[in-house]
């Protein structure tokens, strides 16, 4: 999982949400997959958990784009503090009203200022719809996510993965789980995406579970948990 994740996932808030399949979907891999049969007791109770708010989410997504989770902390600190709220629910309204000259004084690049606006505009003027989201497929989400600037389709993939708890994603633009499948699957040789997909595949209906046990064998430190 690249950084962008990790600060889309960083700072929890006291309240978490754990997917309600993840004792049956950790069943269902480990009967039917050798590898999540050895890798998925190594990680004991760990869980994805889901917090936030969309509107936050997707925001803090955007500041940690091609930076370090640390600096990506540091900058979301100095946004949160002109005054959007609390760093784990920010105002959409009140980043709109935002200048652009302190948006940048907080160490936002020209660019993410853009993305942040545009952003913020879809949540005021509805074009999002949220409330919507529980009886839309995934397809249909990211389709609505990356008509926004500076969203794409591996950000919106994140987000279903860990603010919406999809359980069938298949982020084949990640470079973490494309390593995981290498490592685990091909003993480390060169994996094409042909046969990520392949071995993905296999996992259905619990993709995104097998994904994040994946991320887990890089990085032992637990994603959303």
């Known amino acids: 999982m690249s950084d962008a994740a990790a600060a889309m996932d960083a700072g929890a808030p ?36 889901s917090r ?7 925001a803090r997504s955007i500041v940690g784009q091609q930076v370090s989770v640390k600096a990506a902390q540091s900058v979301w600190e100095k946004v949160v503090g002109l005054g959007l709220g609390q760093r ?9 009203s935002l200048s652009v000259e302190s948006m940048r004084a907080a160490g936002l690049s020209v660019r993410k200022v853009e993305y942040l606006r545009d952003l913020a505009r879809h949540f005021v003027e509805g074009s999002v719809h949220e409330t919507d989201w529980g009886s839309m497929g995934d397809e249909a989400i990211i389709e609505e996510l990356v008509a926004i600037r500076g969203i794409g389709r591996w950000t919106a993939e994140m987000f279903l993965i860990f603010y919406l708890m999809r359980p069938n994603v298949l982020p ?35 993709r995104s579970v097998a994904t994040w046990y994946l991320w887990r064998s890089l990085d032992p430190q637990p994603a959303g948990g």
Not at 90 to 95: N, Q, T
Not at 172 to 187: K, P, Q, T, V
């Open 172 to 206: 084949l633009d990640d470079a973490g789980l494309i390593r995981g499948i290498s490592l685990n699957y091909f003993s480390g040789e060169p994996v094409s995406r042909a046969e990520a997909r392949e071995v993905g595949d296999a996992w259905a209906p619990y």
């Open 52 to 58: 936030g708010d969309a509107f936050t989410t997707l």
């Open 14 to 49: 006291v309240a978490l949400v754990t997917p309600d399949y993840w004792d049956e979907a950790c069943r269902y891999l480990a009967r039917r997959d050798r590898v999540m049969n050895k890798l998925i007791p190594r990680f004991g109770t760990a869980r994805l958990r």
């Open 88 to 96: 784990h629910h920010i105002d959409p309204v009140a980043l709109s």
